[in-house]
């Protein structure tokens, strides 16, 4: 059996075990946090977050409703991180059609902040002061990576 091999059948018997690795507090920023994040209180509304730590960065989508409740609003974000904590400039794009190839129009409207306590629990903190807009919430990872610290952070090492 090769090492390879060996690791995944590991990584299967841990995960159909049950078992759950103990994260430190304060998870620095790793792979592990790329996916979908939300707050169970707000149904159809959440975050996309794809991480890029040999360049510090992390790039988010924020799909969530205007303030009126009568349609949908998409931001993104991008920005640095160090440690467990991202602050991210946020724009938001307008005049797009489905499909179509006009171009759009996108405009910085504000911050984000991302502060994560570990690889499934976090906080995302938004200002977009033009329309006095400003809050926190807390956020969950949709679906939990079981092995988040040790395979992102490379103490978990995967060879063929």
Do not use: Y
Request: a negative charge; aromatic letters at 10%.
């Amino acid at each position: 059996m090769t090492q390879r091999k060996i690791w995944i059948t590991a990584l299967g018997l841990l995960i159909a075990s049950g078992v759950t690795l103990a994260q430190e507090e304060k998870t620095t920023i790793n792979f592990g946090h790329n996916g979908t994040w939300f707050n169970p209180n707000t149904s159809g509304q959440g975050f996309f977050i794809d991480v890029i730590p040999s360049r510090q960065e992390i790039v988010a989508s924020w799909f969530t409703f205007n303030i009126s409740g009568t349609g949908q609003r998409w931001f993104t974000a991008q920005g640095t991180f160090e440690d467990n904590r991202a602050e991210l400039t946020l724009l938001e794009t307008t005049g797009g059609v489905l499909n179509d190839p006009t171009p759009v129009a996108t405009t910085e409207v504000g911050t984000l902040t991302f502060e994560f306590q570990n690889c499934t629990n976090g906080t995302a903190s938004f200002n977009i002061p033009g329309e006095g807009l400003a809050g926190a919430m807390s956020i969950i990872k949709l679906v939990p990576d079981v092995v988040c610290n040790n395979f992102a952070n490379g103490s978990l090492i995967v060879r063929d």
